[in-house]
C-alpha cells in the first residue's frame, strides 16, 4: 500500500448520537480499510441506519469521533463530508422525484471531485450503464414514476458517479424484485474485486451478506456486540447474535 494512503479509509471512536434525548448509539466503534467490504448486521430498530446518518453528518454525534481518509469530520456539514468522498444510498433511496433518471445522475455527476487525467462525463456515464443498462431505457422518464428496483439501480448509478472513496448501502435489496437483486450482488461483487472504494453494507439477509462480507459489525440496541473479519466471525456466529 502506498505510504500514502491510511491503514483505514473510516475510524468510528466511541460515538454516542441521540434522537432528542433518546440514547440511540451507545459507544460505537468500527473501522474499515480502503476497499473492504463490511457488512452492518442487527434486528430492526438496533441502530444500524442510525449509524449511517451519524456517519454523514444527517444526525450529529453528542461525543466521539468520526476520522474519514485520515482526517476528523466529526462536525463537518454533509455536504463537505459527500465531496470529500462519502456516498450514501438510503434506505429509501431518495431519488429526486420530478426530475428525469439523467438529471438525478447528473447530481452526482456534479458533486465529482476532479482529478489530473480524469475520464469524460460520457466514459463515467458510460460505466453506469454497463453496470444497469436498464437505466438506458428510462433515461428521460421522472424518478418518482420507477420502479423499486429501478430507483435503487438510480441511487447506486448517482453514488457511483460521485466517486466515492466510501460508498454507504442501507439495506439495498429491500422490497426489490429477486433479478434485481441478483444483480445489484453482481456489481457490489465487482465492486469488492476492483478495490476502487470501501463498501458499508445494512443488510438484513444474512445469506446475500455473506456472499459479500469480508467483516461482520454486528449491533444490538445501539451498541456493537460483535465484530471480526468473516474469516473470524462467520456466519454461524453473526446468526447467533442476530437470534438472541
Not at 83 to 105: C, D, M
Not at 137 to 158: D, K, Y
Request: charge should be neutral.
Amino acid at each position: 500500500m502506498d505510504q500514502a494512503t491510511p491503514q483505514v479509509i473510516l475510524a468510528v471512536e466511541r460515538i454516542n448520537a441521540y434522537y432528542g434525548e433518546s440514547h440511540i448509539l451507545r459507544n460505537v466503534s468500527f473501522t474499515i480499510e480502503p476497499g473492504e467490504v463490511v457488512c452492518l448486521m442487527g434486528r430492526n430498530g438496533m441502530g444500524k441506519t442510525t449509524t449511517l446518518k451519524t456517519l454523514t453528518g444527517l444526525l450529529p454525534a453528542r461525543s466521539g469521533t468520526i476520522t474519514f481518509d485520515g482526517r476528523e469530520i466529526t462536525q463537518e456539514r454533509t455536504d463537505r463530508r459527500a465531496k470529500q468522498g462519502l456516498a450514501y444510498v438510503p434506505q429509501g433511496r431518495e431519488i429526486i422525484p420530478h426530475l428525469t433518471v439523467h438529471q438525478n445522475l447528473l447530481l452526482g455527476y456534479w458533486n465529482r471531485p476532479a482529478l489530473p487525467g480524469d475520464v469524460s462525463e460520457q466514459a463515467a456515464f458510460e460505466e453506469v450503464y454497463q453496470l444497469f443498462p436498464k437505466l438506458t431505457q428510462i433515461l428521460h422518464r421522472p424518478g418518482g414514476v420507477l420502479s423499486g428496483g429501478e430507483q435503487q439501480q438510480l441511487a447506486i448509478g448517482r453514488a457511483l458517479l460521485s466517486r466515492p472513496k466510501l460508498l454507504l448501502l442501507d439495506e439495498p435489496t429491500e422490497g426489490i424484485q429477486p433479478s434485481i437483486v441478483d444483480q445489484i450482488e453482481d456489481v457490489i461483487l465487482g465492486f469488492k474485486q476492483s478495490r476502487r472504494f470501501a463498501i458499508l453494507l445494512v443488510e438484513q439477509g444474512l445469506h446475500f451478506a455473506a456472499r459479500l462480507a469480508e467483516k461482520y459489525v454486528v449491533m444490538a440496541k445501539g451498541a456493537v456486540m460483535a465484530q471480526g473479519k468473516s474469516t473470524e466471525l462467520n456466519a454461524d456466529m453473526v446468526r447467533q447474535h442476530l437470534t438472541v
